[in-house]
């Protein structure tokens, strides 16, 4: 991807604003809607931060294993199975939440300390491919973002119903 050190730090500020923005948007949920449904196949506001939760410990080690190993191998995984599998309604919702907080707390201070040389790290994804630490900034840095909206839209259709 080659992006420039200034698109970095951007995206590395994106990232670590990420749980605001996820906390701001569940905020506005009300209780009653927490666990309703947009769709048949869609998830609730719960299941999208229980799935946040996941996908950001998932994150914390891609990223980790891109740094550290030689020609680390990032395992893919079916994110809907997982939802399903664990029954991310049963699951607690502050638990989940406090997890991508600790997580990204845990993680911006090792980007924002990263090298060029560190940048360049690349790696193999069982899905898709090449994986370079650009790549994983790239998705992570809008991963939060997409959620929060994601939570909005199920608020708006909710209070449309």
């Given amino acids: ?19 605001a923005l996820l906390k701001r948007a569940l905020a506005k949920v ?8 947009p769709a048949a ?4 506001a719960h299941e999208i931060v229980v799935h ?10 891609r990223l980790r294993y891109l740094l550290a190993e030689p020609d680390p191998l990032i395992v ?11 029954d991310y309604h049963a699951h607690p919702l502050d638990t989940a939440l406090a997890t991508v907080e600790a997580v ?18 690349v790696g193999r994804h069982s899905e898709s491919g090449r994986y370079a630490a650009e790549d994983w900034l790239a ?6 973002e997409k959620h929060s909206r994601q939570i909005e839209r199920n ?3 909710w209070n449309a119903r």
């Fill in 41 to 44: 196949g869609r998830w609730s």
């Fill in 155 to 157: 608020l708006e259709a």
């Fill in 52 to 61: 946040c939760a996941d996908s950001e410990t998932n994150a914390h080690m």
């Fill in 139 to 144: 998705i992570y840095a809008e991963h939060l």
């Fill in 30 to 37: 009300p209780a009653e809607a927490l666990k309703w449904k």
């Fill in 76 to 86: 893919g995984y079916d994110q809907d199975r997982w939802a399903l599998t664990f």
């Fill in 1 to 19: 991807m080659a992006f420039t050190a200034a698109e970095r730090a951007g995206m590395i500020e994106r990232y670590a604003h990420g749980p």
């Fill in 104 to 121: 990204r707390g845990n993680t911006v201070p090792l980007l924002r300390r990263m090298t060029d040389r560190d940048w360049q790290r």
